[in-house]
Structure formats: structure tokens, C-alpha cells
């Protein structure tokens, strides 16, 4: 190996320091690309320029990320994701542990992920955590922007709330794949927590949080119609609280007072709940008995 560094006129350190430095651009640009792509979710004809303008993402200027877009097929009205296959992405080796997944006690399953609430002009963007076994939102937050400190805010929310200093891989959180929950302070805080990362490949293995996320926009936020962003960041609150204090028909109750009457109730007698992703399950109308 030493003759065939000398051959290619460098050293050993200098080429794994070189593979460290391509990583990191890998990295980086997986994370732009997914912002992209998170907003082209929500705005399908918004133009890089804007999304850049708009989300002002840390790290890269206008016209670089501009053509980072351009290069990797988002101009406007292209609705397909690129193929490209030179960059090794973090989230490539988080799959969906959810498949065949039974529940028998809260702690066990986290389902998050974001909406927007249009506002005027501006969108705004809303993160939710539910544990999948009683239903209760655990952790939220909201801001004008995709940034993944938002998300972060939600999670560290969620730790607080548990009081667990360490799940010791008990614990799934499972999200789609946007870059906002692949960023290094999210998965850092999920993996120093002991809590497993699960991603999905389709939306619609993340239907658990979608259907929360409609709930909490459409049943709360949209009929309270808030007029600034001032009044909807003191919405949002009342509207997780209102949740956790509604009454679910699937478990005959609400999901603060579900929580309460579990710790009254021996592991073996609690409610088995089979956790089934549309994609592997889409005929079978069980998928839906978590709601």
C-alpha cells in the first residue's frame, strides 16, 4: 500500500482524511436535496430560488444551492425524485422496523413528522411526536421555517416529558425520510437516548402520523383560524392539550387518561396492538385499528 500511495503521490492520512471530507459533502448534500424536496411536497411550482429565499438553509449560498437543485433534476414542474447513486446518504441503512411490530405498552413506538399551516403569504410548519400505543402527542413544535432545530425542540420536548434518560433500543422512532430527521444533532440525540431509528420508503408507511397531523390542523387549527403567527404558536398548544384530552373510540378513552390506567394494568392483560404499514398491508382493513 505504501508504493501505491507514493505512486499517487500522497499518504495514507491524507486519503482517509480526503474519503472523511467526501462523506461529509455527501452528507450535506443530501441534506439541501431533502429540503428541496420537503418543500416541493408542500409548494410542488415553488422555484429553488424561493425554496432557498424562503427556508434559507445554513451553510450554502443562493446561487450554490441554486444549481445543486438544477443538477439534480428540480426544476419546476418536475415532480420525479433523481436517481443518483455517487453519494453514500446517512439514512440509507434506517428501515422501516415497523413491519410486524406488536405494541403492549407506551415507550415502545414514536411516529413524527411535519405540516404546514398556510398563513397570508408565509407557511408555517408544525412537528409532531405521537407514541403510537396511547395515542398522546409527547412532543411539538412550530416555526416559520424547515429548519431541523424544530424538529429537534419537538424531540427534546418529548425526552423531557418521559423523564428516561435511556430507552436502551426499546424505543422506535420512526419518520419519513426528510433531512430534518436525518441531520447529525437529530440522530445523535435518538442514538445517545437509546432509542432505534426507523424511516419509511413510502408516505404511506408513516400513515400513523399523518393521520394526527390532519387532526391537529384541520379538527383544531383551521376552525380556530388564527390570524398571526403570534396566535398560532399559542393555538398550537391548546390544540395538543385538546387532543390528549379527546376521547379515542379505539381505546374507549382519552389518551392522558389512557396512559394513567395503564400503569394500573399487569403487561400480560394489556391490549395487544399489531402495528401494519400500508405498503406491505394495503387490503388488509386491520392496518386501521390503530385509529
Known sequence: MSDLYAYAQTSRQAHFQQLERDKAVARDVYIYI????KARSFHPTMGLRAIYEQFDPLGIGRDKFVSLGLEWGYRVKVHTAPHKTTYSVKNARYINLLVERCLTD???VWVSDIFYYPMGERHYYVVLI???YSRRIVGYSGADNLRAENNLAALKMALKLRKIDNYHQKLIHHSDRGSQ????EYTDLLEESGILISMCNDVLENAHAERVNGT???AYLAAWNPKTPQELMTRLPQAVENYNNRRHQSIGMTPNDYEKKLSSINLADRKKVNVFTYKQNVENSAQ???F
Open 216 to 218: 391537529i390542523k384541520n
Open 106 to 108: 407506551v415507550n415502545q
Open 130 to 132: 405521537m407514541d403510537l
Open 288 to 290: 386501521l385499528s390503530l
Open 34 to 37: 431533502g429540503t428541496i424536496e
Open 181 to 184: 430527521y436525518i441531520c447529525n
